[in-house]
């Protein structure tokens, strides 16, 4: 390579101390000396610019072959790409589809449970409705025989007494302290009725209030934010 740039630069010295030519910017320089040192350069010159001109000379091969390769690897990727989105698609939607049936079944439990709780809270209330019935009726029955009791002895001690005056006064005024205070009897033992019935039905209420909150609770538990997917859980109003 040394040899080269020094050819050169002989060269070069040659062009610039040449005779110039009148009236042009030509000179005239000497065609052997100048042959000579182009057949010098050319000699010197090494053999990987050779190899260089035929990698230059096939750069549109190498070139369309590159790109070739280039466009199948880029094909390779988008399918292997295509090929993983779609795996992953399906995966997502088999976690989907068995979160949904996953929501839906405990909703269903959800809504089995109220309905045990509430069928069981009419039962109870349907219960507690009947004894409380059968006790008032049993306590004004009772009310109404001891009312009756007392009518009956005080017409019987009316009847004995009938022929005595001051004792028909007596009489007069001891049956009707006897029916008032079998009337008395009576209210009394129908209030105390009333107490026991309003007392059971205060139990069932409150028990009815607490099925109702864990019902509750329950649903706002399902559609709270662990829930999964976008599905909505219908609403179920319960009345007794």
Known sequence: MYRVFEALDELVTIVEESRGVPMTSSCVVPRGDVLELLDDVRDALPG???????VLDQRDEVLNKARGEAES???????QAERTLA?????????????????EQLVSDAHAEADRAVSAGQAEYQNLTERARAEAERMIQAGRDAYDRSV?????????????TEVVQ???????????????EADRQR??????????????????????????????????????????????????
């Open 191 to 240: 209030a105390e009725c009333d107490a026991y019935v309003d007392g059971k039905l205060a139990e069932f209420s409150e028990l009815l209030s607490t099925t109702l909150r864990t019902v509750d609770s329950g649903r706002n538990h399902l559609r709270g934010p662990g829930s999964m997917g976008n599905s909505r859980t219908p609403v179920y109003d319960y009345q007794v």
């Open 152 to 164: 009956e002895d005080g017409r019987s001690e009316q009847a004995r007494l009938v022929a005595q």
């Open 48 to 54: 990987e610019v050779d190899d260089a001109q035929d």
């Open 73 to 79: 690897t880029v094909n390779s990727a988008n399918e």
């Open 87 to 103: 795996d992953a698609r399906a995966e997502a939607e088999r976690l989907v589809a068995e979160a949904q049936a996953r929501a």
């Open 170 to 184: 007596a009489a007069h005024g001891e049956a009707a302290r006897i029916v008032d205070e079998a009337h008395a």
